[in-house]
C-alpha cells in the first residue's frame, strides 16, 4: 500500500518565532496520525529549530528549494547536504513559483532532483500547466516535459521514493482547485509515464500527490480517489487546526 502524504508547503510565511508556535500545536493535536505521512516544508530559516521540535516525532521535515551543486560560488542558495544537516527528509523541487517566477528550467529542476538522491533527500517534484497550456489542449505535453527532464538522472533504486505532485499551475493559490476528475486524468498520465520509464511495479509504488487550492471542505473528493496519494498544501498549511483536518481526512480514506 502507499502511504498517503500530507504535505505543506510554507512558501516565504512564518518567521522562526511563528514556525515553533506552529510545530508545538501540531504536536499537541496529533493525536494519532499514524497512516499519514505528514511532511512541513518552512522557510530555511525555521528549519534548525523545527528540526529539535519534531525529533522523534512522525512529523518529517522538507525544504522548498535547493542548488543542484553540493557547494560553491552560489550566493544566496542553500545546497542539498546543508539541509540534509539540519534534518530534511524532503525537498521540493521544481514548485511552480520556482519555474514561473524564478525562470526554473526542467532541465534545472533534472540536476536538483539527481542532486537530492545524491544526499539522501527525496524530492518532491511538481509539474503542472498554466491556464493557457491547459486551454490550448498542452497539458499532457507539458506534464511529460517536466517528469521526463526531472527524472532524467534518476535511476531505479530511487524510482521507487520519488514523490511526484501534479499541481496545475492555475489553481495555486487562487481558490479554483482543480476536479478531482481532472486531477486523477492527469496523475493517470504521469503513472503511464513512470511505467514506461521504471517498470509497472514501480510505477504502482510511487506516490502521487495533488496540490491546488486544497482545503479542509474538498481534500476529501482529491484523496478517495485511489490514484491520489495525497495532497501538497500551500495556504491551508498555515493553520496547525486546517493542516491536521486535511490530513485527519486523508487519514478517513484508510481507515
Ligand atoms: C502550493 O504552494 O504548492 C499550493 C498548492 O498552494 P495552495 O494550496 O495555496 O494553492
Redesign the pocket.
Known amino acids: 500500500m502507499r502511504v498517503p502524504i500530507t504535505a505543506g508547503?510554507w512558501?516565504m510565511y512564518k518567521t522562526v518565532g511563528e514556525a515553533s508556535a506552529f510545530a508545538e500545536a501540531l504536536l499537541n493535536d496529533s493525536a494519532s496520525l499514524a497512516e499519514v505521512e505528514l511532511i512541513v516544508c518552512p522557510p530555511f530559516t525555521s528549519l534548525p529549530a523545527l528540526s529539535k521540535i519534531f525529533e522523534g516525532t512522525p512529523v518529517v521535515l522538507g525544504a522548498q528549494n535547493m542548488h543542484w551543486e553540493t557547494e560553491g560560488a552560489y550566493t544566496g542558495e542553500i545546497s542539498a547536504r546543508m539541509l540534509k544537516e539540519v534534518g530534511c527528509g524532503y525537498v521540493?523541487l521544481g514548485?511552480?513559483?520556482r519555474r514561473h517566477i524564478f525562470r526554473e528550467t526542467s532541465e534545472e529542476v533534472g540536476k536538483k532532483v539527481e542532486t537530492a538522491f545524491g544526499n539522501d533527500l527525496i524530492p518532491i517534484l511538481?509539474v503542472g500547466e498554466t491556464i493557457e497550456e491547459r486551454e490550448q489542449g498542452n497539458t499532457e505535453s507539458v506534464v511529460h516535459e517536466q517528469l521526463a527532464k526531472g527524472i532524467e538522472g534518476v535511476d531505479s533504486n530511487n524510482a521507487v521514493k520519488l514523490v511526484i505532485?501534479y499541481?496545475p499551475v492555475w489553481?495555486?493559490?487562487?481558490?479554483k482547485?482543480a476536479t478531482p476528475n481532472d486531477a486523477s486524468d492527469v496523475i493517470a498520465f504521469i503513472r503511464n509515464l513512470y511505467a514506461d520509464r521504471f517498470g509497472k511495479p514501480v510505477s504502482e509504488s510511487v506516490r502521487i500527490l495533488y496540490?491546488?487550492?486544497?482545503?479542509t471542505n474538498n481534500v476529501y473528493e482529491f484523496v478517495k480517489d485511489e490514484s491520489i496519494d495525497g495532497?501538497?498544501?500551500?495556504?491551508?498549511?498555515l493553520d496547525p487546526a486546517s493542516f491536521l483536518q486535511i490530513a485527519g481526512e486523508t487519514r478517513r480514506v484508510y481507515s
Request: hydrophobic fraction near 35%; include cysteine; charge should be neutral.
Open positions: 508547503n512558501k521540493i514548485h511552480s513559483e511538481c505532485a499541481e489553481a495555486i493559490g487562487t481558490g482547485a496540490g491546488g487550492s486544497v482545503k495532497t501538497l498544501v500551500g495556504g491551508a498549511s
